[in-house]
Nanobody, 122 residues
Framework: QVQLAESGGGIVQVGGSLRLSCVSY????????MGWYRQSPGNQRELVAT???????NYAVSAEGRFTISRDNAKNTVYLQMTSLKPDDTAVYYC????????????????WGQGTQVTVSA
């Protein structure tokens, strides 16, 4: 019953900005580590940014300085604010939830959204 619903993708010109949103259903959101990943045709899915349940952020080198990940636990939502967009940022962006296991011996579970397309026109 876990679902992640991304939104906010679209077409933007080089140098523009977009804010992606991901609403999580079926989990206790505040306990999840969350992340944004992206994948373009012919490439592997790559990490863009993560944010822990405690609010600690981590970024790929390509994203750091331009992108900001944040979360609003009251809205069960994680955001990715993207600025200074480049054509290389064009990809399908996926939201990921890492749900903590019931015990320390168990492994966390990963859930993915369906993705939202971001196209940066050159």
């Amino acid at each position: 019953q876990v679902q992640l619903a991304e939104s906010g993708g679209g077409i933007v010109q080089v140098g523009g900005s977009l804010r992606l949103s991901c609403v999580s259903y079926g989990t206790i959101f505040r306990f999840n580590d969350m992340g944004w990943y992206r994948q373009s045709p012919g490439n592997q899915r790559e990490l863009v940014a993560t944010i822990t349940s405690g609010g600690i952020s981590n970024y790929a080198v390509s994203a750091e300085g331009r992108f900001t990940i944040s979360r609003d636990n009251a809205k069960n939502t994680v955001y990715l604010q993207m600025t200074s967009l480049k054509p290389d940022d064009t990809a399908v962006y996926y939201c990921k939830a890492d749900v903590p296991p019931p015990t320390v011996e168990a492994t966390k579970k990963h859930y993915w959204g369906q993705g939202t397309q971001v196209t940066v026109s050159a």
